[in-house]
């Protein structure tokens, strides 16, 4: 479907790509954890970063698409997103650093119910994190699949919310699917919840009104960012 017929069906449209990161961090530790599918280098990591400065792309965090979505607030010539899921402690640590050198925002879905836990991040990280202007969402407690029962679905959305507000976190009520799976049912409930937006692993760079609580990303990898078309 072009943009055109998109935009018409589901719109207002924007053409945005929303990168979907995990880990990142160095190979040798990928691959003792056996995450080495969802771990980009901080080597690699950087040179991505440095490239999307070259291409004139611009970071924007979730208010801005949902101003858009909700008032039509214009953004940036070339837009992008940058999200990274589960909450793994080396955001703060590889990621976060490299982030602020380029002036590139980011938003971190997290599962609340394993912060604290090794190898993720804590409480104290978000808050400071938070104050450097990255932004968190909703990823459910226990980074469980959506395709499930609601009574499973409202404990796993309200519980992660609860916890996010006590700390101050997710005012905009954004969401990312564990394992991007979607239902009917996940997405009805997040709607009369009042979620804002919720995204999806399904492939895309289209970003529509109507379909704001099944948005697309692009899973990157450990590999140069022209490799996904940007």
Known sequence: MTFSEMNALY???????????????????????GNGYLTVTPETFEKQLAYLNDQHYVSIGPADLIAFFNSGQSLPKKPIMLTFDDGYSDFATVAAPLLTRYSIKATVFVPTGLLENPGYLSWSNIASLAQSGFYFGNHTWSHQNLGTSLEKIKKEVDTAKLQLTDHGQDPFKVFAYPYGTISQRASGYLRQSGYQLAFTTIPGRVQCQKQRLSLPRIRIGNTALSFYGL
């Open 11 to 33: 719109g207002p449209c924007v053409s945005l790509p929303v990168l979907m990161y995990h880990h990142t961090q160095d190979s040798q530790t990928a691959a003792q954890n």
